[in-house]
């Protein structure tokens, strides 16, 4: 049933999950936080949505920041490709 819910994309779930799982220490910088984002390892933009716990790891608010503009990067260069 958690399953399920985490691949509806309940962030409660998620987050809640995700706690237990990394206790929120951040997967980029190791920093642990109070203030972390349920990121996808790959991003939605590039085909990660609908994914299991394992496609979702912790990141705090400013690691974040820099791989969703990495992501976007990604999907622009996509877009742009021959
Ligand atoms: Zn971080």
Known sequence: MQEFRIQKG???VIRKALLKRDKGV???C???TGMWDADHV???VNGGGG???DGYQTLCVECHKKK???D???RDQRR???
């Open 80 to 82: 742009t490709a021959p």
């Open 72 to 74: 976007l990067q990604e």
């Open 42 to 44: 790959t991003a939605v």
């Open 68 to 70: 969703t503009k990495l």
């Open 10 to 12: 309940d962030v409660k």
């Open 51 to 53: 994914c299991a716990l």
């Open 30 to 32: 190791r920093e642990k």
């Open 26 to 28: 951040c997967a980029e």
